[in-house]
């Protein structure tokens, strides 16, 4: 042996030394660009000419939905005339008084911002919605549409007529169903029956329903129900059949009045609003609270795995409208409608924190008025409909992280 | 409907045709002359019959290429208001000489939603000031207004104007606005002209009855009150003291408040003004442009009040009519009017000489361009429209000015940067 055994231990213990520093190095350094990662977030600037006027001289009412396609094409829909005051109707009054015309309720634009698909209302076999909440086109290409209206909003969608043949329109039924179209407005399914509640454990009635998914991994419809009731409820696709519900933290949903929101109080145990359930790529169900200002996340079976609170000092309406996911494979980030506070919210899905918000209360490209749907295309752009006095549909172009 | 009408009858009439002068050919004997003359007769019909087919037909040409001032929406100004401030229904703008845009609108008619942050229920948005002042970049330099010692702030804000002098004029149409008020451009209080709740109708000498809007002449100092809401009559007060000079009603009539009941676009036109009076504007060249607003119409007079024309604008409007206010081109001629129509969206373009539509644009909507109930309007010194709308409309919009285009359509739609096809 050329060394004795002292020296070789030596030499060991140093070599472990120089390991350990280097190891210690290299994991600050990764700790660095970790961090370094999470600073970073998707950015957006708004594209004030899309999409295209509207032909015809038609005008959009409260937009309570929109939704992009496989084709990148981008849907909405909003409640018409049901919405519009006479002075911004006054083409279809009798007589006629002016410009505009309610447009069709369900839009359908291409990445250009062109109208290139109308339709939408009454018809044989369904109950079209007195108040259209969300919408969305599912992986076969078919176009679901929640009905999320009260009485009340029959009696102002009331056709004008002269004084002396005017007559109280006949109370229509409370929205309680979502309807399942293709594509081209052609009617294929419908799920619930307008007037029909039964409250919350009903197993074939809704309550005023406000958003609508379709997981295409389990072709299963996720009903976010609603304004009514208090609970995510689960559908087959293609048949309509009950598949489960379940109310907050995955409970049985109870329907008694929880009064006005406390951010200070202890959380509510029950949802108060239910305005959105969407379904990620690794099988998570993002429920908005929208008036407990929370998005609670479950498994798809509704087991509940966390919450997370957006904004939570806001009461009136609440924060949490809609969510979309950022288009990423892992889709890193959420994005939140919150209509009371008027801008979206920029969430890490892992952790649910907010990262940043973008948007301003007002009438000016890129601000919000009841912006309460968002929606992201394959590009990573976001969609956003507004409802109240908004009105609009916008994009937000993605400008790549920052 | 007006919109029909187009240029092209006008145009017809231009062109003046020279008159035939006697021909005599040299070098003919006398004899045959009758008959040369007859000859030559006959061709110069011939050549005249053909040459006014020519004129018809060059007619329809030149009629597609009437000139008229075209502009483009920037839909990204102006620049998005500070403080998370939310305007309300915005019912007057104007130019000073600075060129700086200054628009009043009602914070009152803010939401408690759009209000959420004022409720403390949200952390957008709030009031803004009633009256805001722009640069011509769009920024927010100026801001003031509301409640003060000393005069009456009005129930419901209505109407702005800087005059000559720089100083800055409101009116208001709420239930007991009955005055004018004058202030500084920084907001310091100068003049009150009538008083709240003591309006005593169209031929009180003192009062005025819920004012839309004030236009201040600056060569004879005389203020023209378009009053209003109530009254059915314009006022000229002298700008510095207020004190009452003239006042007429349509036609120059005497004003009278009786009822009208509804506008009828086939009855015959009325004789007075519905309410409101909704603008009152001096041409450079001395003539005042009113806007009778319920009455779908122009009428024109002389600044003594003397009736000279007028002209109706879309006129099957019902409602709130279609002529809701004037802002003048800016070349010397003021040769083209704007009249913004909240009840149809749009604003026309107006040859001011023969009130005749050229064109239009404008449209139903919340996107840039579009308009729900454009309420306003006003003129830069480099041609640029400033609009303001109210109902829900509640924006301030500028139309650049790009010069003279031959018009291609009565009704342009929305006028977006590059066209929107």
Request: hydrophobic share 35%; net charge neutral; proline share 6%.
């Amino acid at each position: 042996m050329s060394k004795p055994k002292r020296s070789t231990d030596l030499f060991m213990g140093a070599g472990i030394v120089v390991l350990l520093v280097s190891l210690a190095i290299c994991a600050a350094a990764q700790r660095k660009s970790a961090s370094t990662r999470a600073d970073q977030s998707p950015m957006f600037t708004v594209d004030p000419l899309w999409p295209k006027p509207l032909p015809n001289h038609w005008v959009l009412g409260s937009v309570t939905g929109v939704a992009v396609d496989s084709q990148d094409h981008i849907w909405i829909s909003h409640r018409g005339a049901d919405s519009l005051g006479n002075n911004e109707k006054g083409a279809i009054l009798n007589p006629p008084t002016g410009c505009c015309v309610p447009a069709p309720q369900v839009l359908e634009f291409d990445q250009a911002g062109n109208l290139i698909g109308h339709w939408g209302g009454p018809g044989q076999g369904y109950d079209w919605p007195q108040s259209t909440g969300g919408i969305a086109v599912d992986q076969k290409g078919n176009v679901w549409i929640a009905a999320a209206g009260q009485p009340e909003a029959a009696a102002r969608a009331a056709p004008a007529a002269p004084a002396a043949a005017a007559r109280p329109a006949a109370p229509k039924p409370q929205d309680a169903q979502v309807l399942k179209f293709s594509r081209t407005g052609q009617f294929l399914l419908q799920i619930g029956e307008a007037g029909k509640t039964e409250g919350s454990d009903s197993k074939t009635g809704l309550n005023r329903p406000v958003g609508v998914e379709v997981d295409p991994a389990t072709n299963e419809v996720y009903v976010a129900d609603g304004f009514g009731n208090r609970r995510v409820v689960v559908f087959d696709a293609d048949t309509g059949a009950y598949k489960r519900h379940w109310g907050a933290y995955g409970e049985k949903p109870d329907d008694s009045n929880l009064g006005p929101y406390d951010p200070d109080a202890p959380a509510a145990k029950q949802f108060r609003t239910v305005s959105c359930a969407a379904v990620s790529k690794d099988g998570q169900v993002y429920v908005c609270d929208r008036q407990n200002d929370r998005i609670q996340v479950f498994q798809k079976d509704g087991k509940f795995v966390k919450e997370g609170f957006v904004s939570k000092t806001t009461k009136g309406d609440g924060s949490v409208w809609d969510i979309a996911f950022s288009n990423d494979p892992q889709q890193r980030y959420l994005y939140v409608a919150d209509g009371h506070d008027k801008k979206i919210h920029v969430l890490r899905r892992d952790t649910l924190e907010v990262v940043t918000s973008f948007g301003d209360g007002g009438r000016l490209p890129g601000q919000f008025y009841g912006v309460g749907s968002v929606a992201v295309d394959s590009k990573g752009n976001v969609y956003t409909g507004e409802t109240y006095e908004g009105k609009r549909v916008q994009k937000f172009v993605f400008k790549g992280m920052k | 409907m007006n919109q029909d009408i187009g240029p092209i009858g006008r145009i017809g009439q231009i062109g003046p045709i020279s008159p035939i002068r006697p021909i005599r050919p040299t070098g003919i004997p006398m004899k045959k002359h009758n008959i040369y003359i007859g000859g030559v007769l006959v061709i110069l019909l011939t050549a005249l019959f053909i040459g006014q087919n020519m004129l018809d037909k060059t007619t329809v040409v030149e009629g597609a290429a009437v000139m008229a001032p075209r502009f483009e929406v920037d839909p990204l100004w102006p620049k998005p208001l500070p403080n998370h401030w939310y305007i309300g229904m915005s019912i007057g703008v104007a130019c000073d000489a600075q060129d700086h845009v200054w628009i009043v609108h009602r914070p009152d008619t803010v939401s408690a939603n759009e209000a959420a942050a004022d409720q403390k229920t949200g952390d957008c948005c709030s009031k803004a000031p009633p009256i805001l002042e722009f640069d011509q970049a769009g920024n927010l330099i100026g801001h003031w207004g509301g409640s003060g010692q000393g005069y009456e702030w009005p129930e419901s804000n209505h109407g702005i104007t800087i005059d000559h002098k720089g100083n800055v004029w409101i009116g208001g149409n709420g239930t007991n606005d009955a005055q004018i008020l004058k202030f500084t451009k920084d907001g310091k209080f100068l003049a009150q002209y009538g008083h709240a709740g003591k309006n005593a109708g169209s031929n009180d000498l003192e009062n005025f009855g819920r004012v839309a809007k004030i236009f201040v002449d600056p060569k004879a100092n005389e203020a023209y009150i378009s009053d209003g809401y109530l009254n059915k009559r314009v006022v000229v007060v002298d700008a510095d003291t207020g004190k009452f000079k003239r006042y007429w009603g349509a036609y120059g009539n005497k004003p009278d408040d009786k009822n009208l009941g509804r506008y009828d676009p086939d009855a015959p036109p009325a004789q007075q003004f519905r309410n409101p009076v909704h603008c009152a504007e001096l041409s450079n060249d001395g003539l005042l442009y009113v806007c009778d607003r319920v009455n779908d119409r122009i009428q024109v007079f002389q600044p003594d009040g003397k009736f000279v024309k007028e002209q109706f604008i879309a006129k099957r409007s019902l409602a709130d009519g279609s002529v809701w206010d004037i802002a003048f081109s800016k070349d010397p001629q003021q040769k083209y009017i704007y009249v913004a129509d909240g009840r149809n969206q749009k604003v026309y373009v107006i040859q001011r000489d023969t009130l005749e539509i050229l064109t239009s644009f404008g449209d139903g909507g919340r996107q840039p361009g579009q308009f729900y109930g454009v309420h306003s309007i006003a003129t830069d010194s480099k041609g640029n429209i400033y609009t303001t709308e109210t109902y829900e409309g509640r924006r301030l919009q500028k139309f650049v000015y790009k010069g003279l285009a031959p018009v291609t359509k009565v009704d342009q739609g929305t006028v977006w940067p590059g066209g929107t096809k």
